[in-house]
Structure formats: C-alpha cells, structure tokens
C-alpha cells in the first residue's frame, strides 16, 4: 500500500514540477521579449498573429462555431503584399502571450487598410467585441480582450502628456518612451469593484440606463486614487444605494476591455438587516431592488430573448457567464442553498 502510495506521490509530484517549469519558462521567455527589442524583432518572424480592424476582432465562422484564426507571419505577408503594406505592420503589432512551446503570439491593428478585401480573401469578419466575447470559447475570449485593450492602449497614447511629442513603443509594445521628455509611459489598467450586496437572505441588484432591456446585476464603480478596494465598496455602495456596508468578502478578480482596460474586483458585501431600505442615487441608476432566492435562480435560468413579456416589459436576467458579475450570483445562491458549516 505504502509503496503504491509513494508511486502515486512521487508521480504527481513530477508532473507538477513539469507543470511548473513549462509555466515558469514560459513566463520568463515572455519577459524576455518584452525586455529585449532584437529578441522581440526576431521572434515576430516565427510568431501568429491576431487580426483587428479599428479594435473589431477577426472571426471566421466554421460550422455554428466562431473561431479566432491565427496567422503565421508568411500568411500575413501574402494578405499585406495586395496593399504593398508589408513591413510597417509588424512595427505595429503588440506581443500577447506564447505557446507552451514558446511561439509568440502578437496582435496587429489594420485599420489603416480596407476591410472587405481582408474579409473576402480570409473568409471571416471584423466584429464587435462586445459581440464576439459571447460567441468565441472561453480561452480565445480572455485573449481578444487583453489584446484589444493593449491596442486601445498604444492607439491613445501616440503622444506625451508633458512634452507633446510623439512616443515610441518598443517592440513588444509592453510600454511607449517618449525621448524628448525621457518619460515611459506603461499600459495602464483601472481598477473597479463590483458588489453583490445582500442582506443575508436577499441580494440587490440594480440597472444602469445603458444596459440592455431586463438585465439586472450587481453594483459597480471605479476605485477613487487613494482608496483600497474596502473603501470603494463602502463608498460605491453608498452613493449608489444608500446602504451602509457592514462586512465584506472578497470573491475573485477579471479583466474587462470595457469601455476601456479594467481590472473587476468581485467581493460579497453584507449590510445590517434592519437598515436595508434603498435609497437610489437615479443618475447613475435606473433600478435597484432587492431580489428573493427563487427570483434570482429564475433569473439565472432566463434567456435576454426570453424575458419579454407580452405587456412590452421584460422579466429580469442576469449578465452572461463570461463576466463577473455572473459569478458573484451563482456563489450567492450557493451559499444560500448550501446548509452552514
Ligand atoms: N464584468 C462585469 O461583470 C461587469 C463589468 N462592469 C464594468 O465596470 C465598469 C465601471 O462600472 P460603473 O458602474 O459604470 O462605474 P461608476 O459607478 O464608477 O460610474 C461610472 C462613472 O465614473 C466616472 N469614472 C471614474 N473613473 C473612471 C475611469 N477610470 N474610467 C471611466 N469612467 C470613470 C465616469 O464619470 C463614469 O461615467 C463599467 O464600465 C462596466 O464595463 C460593470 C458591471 C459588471
Ligand atoms: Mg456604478
């Protein structure tokens, strides 16, 4: 028994530290190209390449499955040679991860270029990314949104802030230097909290104008500079609602590419059951209430097509399972529906 349990042990312990070393290589390979231009420039000859069009991802539809082709640089060549655009492409293409066999992978804006011939000669389309998170699977969704709010990035930041001259990425494009004034500037993400209150037997959750017909979801807000993520919540709960958090667990983080790079901190907060009564701040919401167990599990399980009622209302739904927000209810019913510890 001892020696099947020591088989069993010293084999896993062994995948692990493969495990470990592909990923500990492949981190520092990656760094490496971000710190090294030569290296970088090198590399970009044996890369693939993510296609975007003014930020649109490019898919190809193949079946009723919507897959994110990678092109090899050759590949890229052939399309670019129709516009006699080939080499200042690869100046603008920005590094995004590698393979586990270390083949870098870039993404590259053309906007500059027509679209319907990309599209016609690749048999795909440039589509909006608040479309195409939805569609793609889940590993080619966190990849085009890093890789949009990288380009987003470099595509605002052409300039110095202080001297007004032009910035210059380095090869990777993991920041832009500008020589006049000797500032590098790096791409910035910003920090936003997003809340599911409850008061210990529901949740509250509310509408912002801009979301799309019935969908309801959990509070939201931008980090203050100089706040931690215990006072955002605090106060962004606050001014949105009125209620005062009482304690607060932090849940999970993402990334957002909307409207711009984020960094969505999940946390559970929980506020006094006596003092739950709601008081709206309207300009930044349209709704907020709160929502017993069975509505919420209803929710979950409602389409946004299905929640138009016949009256022109909808019922309520809840955000799709690629954003947080998602998360932070499934835990709430969870824990709701699992008898305590
Ligand atoms: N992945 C997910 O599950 C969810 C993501 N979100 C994202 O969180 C973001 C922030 O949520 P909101 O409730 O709108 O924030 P919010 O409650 O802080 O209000 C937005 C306002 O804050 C101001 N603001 C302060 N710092 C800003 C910055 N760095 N960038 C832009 N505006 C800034 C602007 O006036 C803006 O109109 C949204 O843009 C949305 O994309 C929101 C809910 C769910
Ligand atoms: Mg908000």
Redesign the pocket.
């Known amino acids: 028994m001892a020696a099947i349990y020591q088989a069993v042990h010293r084999r896993a312990s062994s995948l692990f530290c493969r495990l470990h070393s592909t990923y500990v290589r492949k981190m520092r390979y990656l760094n490496e190209l971000k710190e090294d231009d030569s290296l970088c420039r090198q590399a970009q000859t044996s890369g693939t390449f993510y296609l975007f069009h003014n930020l649109f991802p490019f898919l190809q539809k193949v079946g009723n499955k919507y897959l994110v082709p990678q092109l090899s640089a050759a590949e890229m060549k052939t399309i670019l040679e129709k516009f006699k655009e080939t080499e200042q492409w690869i100046e603008k293409s920005v590094l995004i991860g590698c393979s586990d066999e270390h083949v870098p992978h870039f993404a590259v804006d053309l906007g500059a270029l027509e679209k319907s011939v990309i599209e016609s000669e690749l048999k795909g389309a440039f589509t909006d990314l608040q479309k195409a998170l939805f569609i793609v699977d889940e590993k080619d969704s966190s990849v085009l949104a890093s890789a949009q709010s990288l380009l987003r990035w470099h595509d605002s930041h052409q300039y110095c802030s202080k001297s007004g001259q032009p910035t210059q990425k380095n090869v990777a494009g993991s920041k832009r230097v500008c020589h006049a004034s000797g500032i590098t500037y790096y791409p910035q993400t ?1 920090p ?1 909290v ?1 809340t599911l209150v409850s008061d210990g037997s529901r949740c509250l959750l509310s509408r ?1 104008p801009s979301f799309p017909p019935g969908m309801f ?6 980090c ?1 500079v100089g706040e931690n993520v215990e006072e955002t919540v605090r106060r ?1 709960v606050a ?2 609602v009125g209620l005062e958090v009482e304690s607060l667990r932090y849940s999970a983080s ?1 990334h ?1 590419p ?3 790079s ?1 960094l ?1 901190i ?1 946390c559970h907060a929980l506020v006094r059951a006596q003092q739950t009564e709601i008081s709206m701040n309207s300009q ?1 919401l349209e709704a907020a209430r709160w929502f017993g167990l069975e509505e919420v599990v209803e929710g979950l399980k409602r389409e946004p097509r299905s929640s138009k009622q016949d009256n022109g209302s909808y019922l309520p739904w809840f ?1 799709p399972k690629q ?4 998360q932070l209810i499934c835990e709430w019913v969870e824990q709701q529906t699992s008898p305590p510890a």
């Open positions: 910003s936003v997003i912002q979801s959990a509070l939201s807000g931008f203050d962004e001014e949105e993402q957002w909307f409207p711009s984020c969505m999940a930044e955000p954003a947080i927000a998602h």
